[in-house]
């Protein structure tokens, strides 16, 4: 997996109710189709609603509440925006 780029965390990183930007995502092709079909595209706004920091956490994305599994969240590249 490539290092992520400076300001950027994994997904899972952010808290309950912190706002970011969606960079990269580095997963196999069929997962990266599949979170884009959710609406996980890089560049789109994302809050992150619930995570306990172990198990699923929910993000609200477009709108939407998506419930992702942490390996999935742990791939996913974001900065954090200042909403």
């Known amino acids: ?10 997904l899972s990183e952010l808290k309950a109710g912190e706002h970011a930007v969606l960079t990269e995502i580095h997963m196999q092709r069929e997962i990266v189709c599949r979170m884009s079909s959710l609406g996980f595209t890089p ?11 172990h ?18 969240a742990r791939r996913a590249f974001v900065q954090r925006s200042g909403k």
Do not use: D, K
């Not at 997996?1 to 994994?10: I, R, T, V």
């Not at 560049?43 to 920091?53: A, D």
């Not at 929910?58 to 390996?71: C, D, Q």
């Open 43 to 53: 560049g789109v706004e994302l809050e992150m609603t619930q995570n306990y920091g």
């Open 1 to 10: 997996m490539p290092a992520p780029l400076p300001m950027q965390f994994q």
């Open 55 to 72: 198990g699923p956490l929910v993000v609200t994305i477009r709108g939407t509440r998506v419930a992702l599994g942490r390996s999935e």
